[in-house]
């Protein structure tokens, strides 16, 4: 059984702002595949929960006329999958997307509910941060914007004051146009199953140097993170075999990973280094580059 006090059903971000507003013990469920597990454990008790799934506002993936792509927090990784805008400007997110439980899940399961929850494992908080989403928030005293990396205060913890509501996300030009990415998830099963590791790179090339690189992981830290150190260092340095392993041993020195019952740290470890190489090989190969 479910243990909730009232189900409310809004219609519009506003209303769903004016109902949080008066209910302090207020739950949001988009997709509910991760909310409704957690009332079937009894660890909520007598809440009220918000519907928000068929809200229309939070359902979106467009172009503005600025160029920065805009993805609803409501969209399903579903809609994200079949998105050409997604397949032509941002294909990592796809891969991402596509990592997410099975079809039933991803069906269902939203963007914004998979960034909320706030847990480092979320497939697609790396690709993300690679990308350097902005989150769009919304709340009683009006609309804020937030870089991805400043929205994670720790595990479990988001920077989502009360009212608030997130309604998308952003991706400007200068973060997408000219890059070429990629998301490798690392887990014990092929699907169906929590990543162990999550590596995104996103990087732009010009004649064999290194005009930018960007490395994101999830589960290396308690929250998804960029190894700024190592992409630092990545920057106007020719593709080489030598630097690919410079970066492997390098994320090793940024990067926190712990133990846990789905593996150790040590082991932990070793994928991180390992798909530090592979992802950005994959990149590059796809590109015509020669390593």
């Not at 009232?6 to 595949?33: F, W």
């Not at 579903?78 to 941002?90: A, V």
């Amino acid at each position: 059984m479910f243990d909730f006090e009232k189900y409310i059903k809004p219609e519009t971000i506003d209303e769903t702002i004016k109902y949080i507003s008066e209910n302090s013990d207020a739950r949001l469920i988009a997709g509910g595949t991760d909310i409704l597990i957690n009332l079937k454990k009894g660890k909520f008790e007598n809440l009220t929960l918000i519907d928000i799934h068929d809200i229309k506002e939070l359902k979106f993936i467009k172009i503005d006329d600025n160029k920065n792509i805009l993805i609803g927090s409501g969209t399903t990784f579903l809609n994200i999958i079949e998105s050409d805008i997604i397949k032509k400007h941002i294909p990592m997110l796809i891969k991402a997307a596509s990592s997410v439980g099975g079809p039933q899940i991803r069906n269902i399961a939203t963007i914004g509910g998979n960034i909320c929850n706030g847990v480092t494992s979320a497939d697609s908080a790396s690709s993300l941060f690679a990308l350097n989403a902005v989150l769009i928030l919304k709340g009683i005293n009006g609309k804020r914007e937030i870089p991805i990396s400043d929205f994670y205060l720790g595990h479990g913890k988001v920077d989502l004051k009360e009212t608030e509501i997130l309604i998308g996300f952003k991706i400007t030009p200068n973060n997408y146009k000219g890059y070429f990415g990629h998301y490798y998830k690392y887990a014990m099963r092929n699907s169906m199953d929590i990543a162990t590791i999550g590596c995104a790179v996103s990087l732009k090339i010009n004649h064999g140097v290194f005009q930018d690189y960007r490395i994101a992981y999830g589960v290396a830290a308690p929250v998804p993170m960029r190894c700024l150190k190592t992409e630092k260092a990545v920057i106007n340095q020719k593709i080489s075999n030598e630097l690919l392993n410079k970066i492997s041993n390098m994320v090793e020195k940024e990067v926190n990973p712990r133990t846990s019952w789905r593996a150790s740290k040590e082991f932990r470890m070793n994928i991180i280094k390992e798909l530090s190489k592979r992802v950005t090989k994959k990149i590059l190969i796809s590109v015509g580059e020669k390593i």
